[in-house]
Structures are given as C-alpha cells and as structure tokens.
C-alpha cells in the first residue's frame, strides 16, 4: 500500500486522476503544485489549463494574472450551465484528439468539488468519463478532487475510468474505502497533505 504526500507527488505516468479527502486534507494544495511545475516545465504553446473552479476562490488569480492568462484553453469556469458546454466541448475534443493522433498542446484539466455532479449526475458521468477514458491517447490530464465522494457525485462507472486515485482521510466507513476493499485494521493512518495511493 503506497502512501504520497503534497511534496513527493508526480503526475506524469499516469493521465487521469481522482483526488479525494476531508476539507483541508491538501487536496487543491497538490494540484498548485503541479500547476506550478507543468509551468515551470512549458510556455502557454505548449500547455493549456481548464480549470472549473465550483469554489470560485482558488484559480481567479489565472484571469488576473496577464503572465497566466495565456495558460487558459477557456476562462475559469465556475459551475453553471456554461460550465457544461465547456464540458461538453472538452470531451468532443478528447475524442476528435485522438482520432486525428493531436498531442500538442497538452491540455490540464482540473475538476475542484462535485457541485457540477450533484446538478446533472447523468451529463457529468458520461462528459467527465469520455475526458478520463481518452485522456492518455488524447495527451489531456484530468484532474477531479473532491472532499463529498459519495455514490451520487463519483458513480461505480466514473470510479472505474480513472487511472489513479488518491485518498485522503476519511471517516472508516466511508464506501470508497470499502470499494477498495481497506478494512478497519488494514486502513492506513494519513497525516494531512498525505494520500492512499490506489492505481487501477
């Protein structure tokens, strides 16, 4: 059983990822590292961020700031209607991506909370599902945190398109625990910023 923390993490051998845990677990600290470290690594022809921000607190720096502003493939999106035809745009392009073997540019795609979920489960399932299950061919990385993983905002089916999974502290019967078979006395004892990695 591999334990990570905020410091150690990489993202680079896999392409899609859900990221789970209590508020203040760490889990939107991880993803601003990485965002720094893709940054560092490529200029804005090269990398493109989406980042669908549902707390509208943590990415408003991206449209304020003119040195990232270039790194948006769309503005930040904060979870209404819009939201989903971004959505809906980013799975045609995940699909048309590899139909026509398109790599560049990369494309970073950030999910913060499950707000989205909770209004359509059904569209979110099928347009966050198609991103996941492209998203290697397609060269995008696909990011979905979360501190509510319940049946109804991360289905069996959406579970099972993700590459990795990532889980932070959680009460003991919480069902993602469960869906992983982690007993009582096999559950490891995370600090914050610490995570249970799963691959599938």
Known sequence: MNITNVDYFT?????????VGESG??????????????????????????FFDLKQVEFSDF?????????LLFDVQFGDEKSFDVLDQLADLSMERVKTN?????????????DMACRDQKRFDKLVTTISENAKKANMKL???????????????????????LV????????LYEYFGISKESRPTLSDYEFLVVER
């Not at 398109?102 to 499950?114: G, N, R, W």
């Not at 932070?168 to 919480?174: C, I, L, Q, R, T």
Request: net charge negative.
């Open 168 to 175: 932070g502290n959680f009460s003991y019967d919480h069902w």
């Open 25 to 50: 677990s760490g889990k939107t600290c991880l993803v601003r590292k990485l965002v720094e470290i893709y940054m560092q690594a490529q200029n804005p022809n090269e990398l493109k961020f989406v």
């Open 102 to 114: 398109t790599q560049k540019p990369l494309i970073f795609i950030y999910i913060e909370e499950c």
């Open 11 to 19: 993202f680079n051998a896999h392409n899609s990822l859900l990221l």
């Open 143 to 165: 990011v979905y945190s979360t501190s509510s993983p319940r049946p109804d905002t991360v289905s069996n089916k959406l579970l099972e398109s993700f590459e990795l999974v």
């Open 63 to 71: 449209t304020e700031d003119e040195e990232k502003h270039p790194y």
